[in-house]
DNA sequence: GTCTATAACGAGATAGAC
DNA sequence: GTCTATCTCGTTATAGAC
């Protein structure tokens, strides 16, 4: 009995697993506005009514995709964040993780350009995202305040000031994401999440197309001084903000701590 | 003759005109992928193949609307530098038309939610851009960089070093967009463009439901800090990077003088 | 109970004959 | 330009296999 539940689960995740895996074919030919149920059953030798066995409705395996890519996409950045820099607690090292987590979701965007599109690209038309899609929509945000915590912890950070008008936005911000972190760091921070997915959607959608050659780099770089924006510091010896930071930050670290 | 060459023009550009007003409907409530010469023509009581005398296909008609919506984004974007702080030659004021430059982009996606997606979303499956729309797609970036030339020539650039392995990208992008510039910017320009474009896709494409609130100020600030990175000056007053740059950009301003 | 297959509806797209 | 016959689609009801 309970083997045949076990043979007959095995098979539905089986089945499960082949829809998605051929509606993500889809999805890179035609895009996700063209995703349909029939083409899908089609494809796998199935009757399109037998889909609805697996998932209620054409939204929902949208669904489906839209989560598992939010969840790859935050499990690569997790990765990076547990294995990178492991050893130092200085605040390069903190640096370098941040730029670890960065290079990550590149990579992730660069090996599945049309997941991405689908979670970071266009809104697919008459589709509204359910509640399921908000929390793994927010792994990858989750794992970039995990590193500045861990910064803020162990060696501080050298914030600019906040602009008084977005005190109380900031205080929101902190208290509901990061409540460890100072409020005047949750905006930085949030700025610089959506900022990182300006420079891997540009390159991804084409934007860098005759302008940026030496996208590692230009990339490597770019999150560098994204980190520094959030309160990160590089090495004394290369970085204006790290060395302007470590002369005058007194006050926008004592503020920082409230 | 002429007068009647000089209607039937007239009535080419208005049914043109009309054409491209109803594909933009169709854009707003179907997306890009699903745009069809037929159910425009539909809509305005025309026949299909007669559309054909207008463009010559549906990727035409598609290429017309990102022109225009490329051209669209980077006169409002040129609108806001000639008009916006115009009495001043201090750094505040450079920065302050960085900022309204940002603020025009934001607002022209605010307004045209749809025309926004088609040209910085997701790529149109099995669309490829044309030549034509190169230059259109290159004028906010113009813009920024207009900006920042003026600053550069008017009250210098505090700028962070630039990592030696990014110099020759960095000449290269100087050279090809920005002659007047020091090679060292050009790699932050770039990199704040698409930075300003993750700023409002996040905002248009709902990443910021539920995260940020006061997105007006928000935005602002983000910006600000944004125009900091290319190394605009705020007033001494106000900023880290502001102090810290006056204090100690010395070496970075020789360098980025060359 | 769990699944697949058949058939159908209402809507829309498409190709070709006229 | 018009009309029609033939496709597509999401979705449901129903019947039958395991």
Redesign the interface.
Known sequence: MSAIRGARERARIEVTAAIKDEARKQLA??????LSLRAVARELGMVSSALYRYFPSRDELLTALIVEAYDSVGEAAEKARRTVARDGSAPAAHLARWVAVACAVRGWALARPHEY??I???????YT?PQAT?AP??RVGLVLIAVVEDAHREVGL??????E??R??AE??AAE?APGLPPAVA??I??A???????V??EI????N?????RD??FR??VE??GR?VGLLGTAA????G???A???ES?AVRAQR
């Open positions: 030919a035609e895009g996700a506005a063209k599109a689908l970071y690209g266009s809104p697919v038309p008459g995202a908000i929509a927010s050298a914030l600019p000031p906040l602009a008008e977005l109380p936005e929101r911000l994401l905006v930085p949030v700025a999440w959506s900022q990182l997915f300006g420079l959607s540009f959608f084409g934007q860098f005759r302008v940026v050659e030496a780099s230009f770089h770019a001084e994204l924006t290369r970085g204006t903000l060395a302007a930071g002369a005058n930050t926008a």
